[in-house]
């Protein structure tokens, strides 16, 4: 009769350990790291001292991670400055190194080009919208109602209103100018 060894048990995970299988699967800013650190229920000391290894080894970068992000942010999904931000706060990237990454993303007078390459991805094929009239114009109204629906878009994907507004305006595309209701007094 053979006998077999015992297999030992388990060590329990460290903080170390688990810090570097959630980096395996996913690049994560500190602050991430340190949430699902201390949500396993790893002591403060420990968390911290992991998260100084990680740094220390260059497996924590939030400024790189924060340059990338807004990249893919901004070129693959066509978001603006606003919308890169918040998904940079999300991922728990501090203030000052995403606004730095923005800036680096959007340099003086960037957005508003970028704001017109989002728009040519958003406005219909010609002659999509069916509002054509007898003479295969399109009536004025339904023109400013499109250009509406563009601003509305681009301003939900993030650009400021004044991005919007120049690149639905240099599209050719009449926007209606709101106005305050006048105060009667």
Do not use: C, N
């Not at 002659?127 to 629906?149: C, N, Y």
């Amino acid at each position: 009769m053979s006998r077999t060894a015992k297999p030992s048990p388990p060590r329990p995970p460290t903080a170390w350990g688990t810090a570097i299988g959630l980096l395996a699967r996913r690049d994560l800013s500190e602050g991430e790291v340190r949430m699902k650190l201390i949500a396993r229920d790893f002591g403060e000391a420990e968390v911290e001292e992991a998260i100084s290894r990680l740094r220390e080894r260059r497996y924590l970068d939030d400024r790189s991670l924060a340059e990338a992000l807004a990249r893919i942010q901004s070129r693959t999904k066509h978001q603006g400055p606003l919308k890169v931000r918040a998904h940079l706060r999300r991922r728990r990237i501090p203030e000052r190194v995403a606004l730095e990454a923005i800036r680096l993303e959007f340099p003086e007078g960037a957005e508003g080009e970028r704001a017109a390459a989002a728009l040519k991805r958003l406005r219909p094929a010609p002659g999509a919208s069916g509002g054509s009239g007898p003479d295969g114009a399109t009536p004025a109204a339904e023109r400013r109602k499109e250009a509406g629906r563009l601003f509305r878009r681009l301003v939900a994907r993030g650009y400021s209103f004044e991005a919007a507004r120049q690149a639905v305006l240099a599209d050719g595309r009449p926007l209606e100018e709101t106005r305050e209701p006048e105060l009667e007094t």
